[in-house]
């Protein structure tokens, strides 16, 4: 038939439906012919291609988003190399390693140990020729030199993953060769970086950890079933950079990953699930990018960065382990950017003794203890976070400090971490690959800002802290106690630029002793009091307005200076100083409620209170009926957050928190804890 005789676009509908062997008669019957089936490429080629079992992306694992130049050629090359090695294969489902070249049914078998023809590999490959099988026993194999491969040999470890060692340096002059079920570890005269590739095997019940990488190790560790090992399922340390990728991780005996000393790699799209220990553990300068995982139902922490462990933590489900989704203590410093956190057993982020890191961007959601719980002496910068419906505190900080002997015990404490002297070596020997880490700015305050923190089962911020703290430009709503209630500060609290709206109690609680700055705040339409202070410190230029009892109330020893707020009740006076409060109240704006209650109530304690410079605005009936008595507009209603990016990020945060929970079924009961982190004192 001429091609002519259809359009092209016909044609190609038509030859899309060809199986393989009717494209290939085709292509030879004409040039014309040849072109049109060429023309297919990004059709029926890439359909064969990504429609075969045994061939991946050809881009695949790094860039499987980019296009191949051609499919037809990708398809035709892993054809033509899968086609070698299996061609009267007798035993090709004995391994589930790739098939690089294919078998000859006149090959020989080579046994090498301490009981066969051949006690060392060197001298089974001196005699193999192509297309050999050599098995062996198992042992350690060390070579004294480099070990050449001059012709394609197939190279099987006999017994269990594990049971076979090869400390050798391989040069390989052949174009391919096959390993099987070998645990290769560097010679000792060589800095060769090894290049593994790990693909779809099971790794289970090792006595040690399923996969133990170091020395600068690379390569793929791809699709495979790592568990029920007795230390970590994967172990990556002295350098080594590993891509690990959509492998299950799950019901080990300690942790799913472990990263230390210097370690690296790319840890993607993997399930970890069910492990005794956390999910990925980071230490002693471990510095991974952990993206897009799901990290589930494990006994310990989703994520525990300690000891100075860094890493970037992005993108990642961690649902539903037994203690904080992300714990970081001793030093640790991670970027833990857009994560969904959610439905722990206990808080969703630890910051504990030490700990420090960008916790920004997260969906912190559903936990059965706070949100964030952060202990002083740690400097975390939490920004830019949506921090809802946890069962306790949105945000909680503690003056508690970590127990060394729980600590140890339960986390990593009989675990080889110290081998050889490596940690002394680890502190002075940080890797100079810094644009894997994308660093933040150090902070020397702890920093809370631009974070969504609303309907907590108790205060959306919680304060008992010995030290400085800045909370600046928070959304605080509708929490079920007070929005922020500081209870221990001995330091200033910075409370500056926030929303702070619609809570249960009042907006904002000072307890006696307590030393707090309340600046720039919008503190509106709280259950009781606006704010209540029993401490000291200065409230300026806040617009306090709309609240059920007090706007502001001073309490006992409060020694507090108001000045420049906009202070309205709905239902009580505008501002009441009672007891021994003593300060200044002046140059406020007071407006009159809706009641006929007066704006100021004062006990006699003109010596120690000055109220002065005030301004008493009133409204008439008609005004107040109508709710228009005034507008806020000559400073706008406050907060005044200039050059935020707040409200974007609100925006994309609901947007990330319906995509992700749709993936999300889980169900967790209630319970509380009233002064700190349920199991605050270990990992």
Not at 556 to 567: F, G
Request: proline fraction near 3%; charged fraction near 20%; hydrophobic fraction near 35%.
């Amino acid at each position: 038939m001429e091609i002519s005789g259809l359009p092209l676009e016909l044609w190609r509908l038509i030859l899309a439906y060809l199986p393989l062997p009717d494209l290939g008669r085709c292509c030879v019957v004409c040039r014309a012919w040849y072109e049109l089936i060429i023309s297919l490429d990004n059709t029926r080629w890439r359909q064969l291609c990504l429609g075969c079992s045994e061939c991946k992306h050809p881009n695949w694992p790094n860039h499987p988003d980019v296009e191949p130049q051609s499919w037809r050629e990708a398809f035709r090359q892993h054809h033509l190399t899968s086609k070698i090695w299996t061609r009267n294969a007798q035993d090709l489902e004995s391994s589930n390693c790739l098939y690089l070249f294919r078998r000859k049914k006149d090959r020989k078998t080579i046994f090498v140990g301490p009981t066969s023809e051949h006690v060392n590999l060197r001298s089974a490959l001196a005699v193999a020729n192509v297309y050999d099988k050599i098995i062996i026993s198992p042992g350690v194999y060390e070579e004294q030199n480099e070990v050449t491969l001059k012709v394609p040999v197939e190279i099987i470890g006999r017994g269990k993953l594990g049971d076979v060692a090869l400390l050798v340096s391989f040069d390989q002059h052949c174009p391919t060769a096959r390993l099987c079920n070998l645990v290769l570890m560097p010679a000792w005269f060589t800095p060769v970086v090894y290049k593994i590739i790990m693909i779809r095997n099971e790794i289970s019940q090792c006595k040690a950890s399923g996969i133990f990488l170091r020395l600068a190790a690379g390569g793929l560790i791809a699709d495979n079933n790592i568990h029920s090992n007795s230390e970590a399922g994967i172990d990556i340390r002295k350098g080594a950079n590993p891509l690990i990728l959509c492998n299950q991780i799950h019901s080990g005996h300690r942790s799913g990953i472990v990263v230390l000393g210097n370690g690296k790699g790319i840890i993607r799209s993997n399930r970890i699930y069910g492990n005794k220990e956390a999910g990925i553990y980071i230490l002693y300068n471990g510095n991974p990018v952990v993206s897009g995982n799901h990290i589930y139902q494990g006994l310990a922490a989703g994520v525990a960065v300690n000891e100075n462990g860094r890493g970037q933590i992005l993108e990642n489900i961690i649902r539903e382990n037994h203690w904080g989704g992300a714990d970081i203590r001793r030093g640790g410093d991670p970027v833990l950017r857009k994560n969904l956190i959610c439905y722990g057993y206990s808080d969703g982020v630890v910051v504990g003794e030490r700990g420090k890191g960008l916790i920004e961007g997260n969906t912190i959601y559903g936990n059965k203890g706070c949100g964030v719980w952060v202990m002083s002496s740690s400097l975390p910068h939490i920004a830019n976070n949506q921090i809802s419906r946890n069962n306790i505190y949105g945000v909680a900080v503690f003056c508690r400090k970590d127990d060394v002997n729980d600590y140890l015990n339960n986390q990593g404490g009989d675990e080889n971490f110290n081998d050889e002297g490596e940690i002394i070596s680890w502190e002075n020997d940080f890797d100079s690959d810094e644009e894997r880490y994308t660093s933040h700015k150090p902070i020397t305050v702890a920093l809370i800002e631009f974070n969504n923190i609303n309907h907590n089962g108790a205060a959306g911020l919680y304060i008992k802290s010995s030290e400085t703290l800045n909370i600046i430009a928070n959304a605080v709503h509708a929490n079920h106690d007070n929005g922020i209630a500081i209870y221990q500060s001995s330091q200033f609290t910075h409370i500056t630029n926030n929303s702070i709206t619609c809570n249960s109690v009042g907006g904002v609680l000072v307890e006696a002793g307590c030393k707090v700055e309340l600046r720039g705040n919008g503190i509106y339409d709280n259950s009781s009091h606006g704010v209540t202070s029993k401490g000291e410190g200065t409230v300026l230029e806040n617009d306090i307005l709309g609240n059920h009892g007090y706007g502001l109330q001073l309490l006992e020893n409060a020694d507090m200076k108001v000045t420049k707020n906009r202070i309205q009740s709905l239902h009580d006076y505008g501002i009441a100083i009672l007891d021994q409060a003593k300060g200044a109240v002046q140059e406020n704006q007071i407006f009159r409620g809706k009641v006929g209650k007066t704006i100021l109530e004062k006990t006699e304690n003109p010596e120690k209170c000055t109220v002065q410079s005030n301004e008493i605005l009133a409204c008439s009936k008609n005004s107040c009926r109508s709710g228009i008595a005034w507008k806020l507009d000559n400073p706008p209603a406050r907060p005044l957050v200039e050059g935020s990016n707040r409200a974007t990020s609100m925006v994309q945060t609901r947007q990330r928190v319906a995509s992700m929970t749709t993936r999300i079924a889980a169900t967790v009961e209630g319970g509380c804890h009233d002064n700190g982190s349920i199991f605050c004192s270990i990992l």
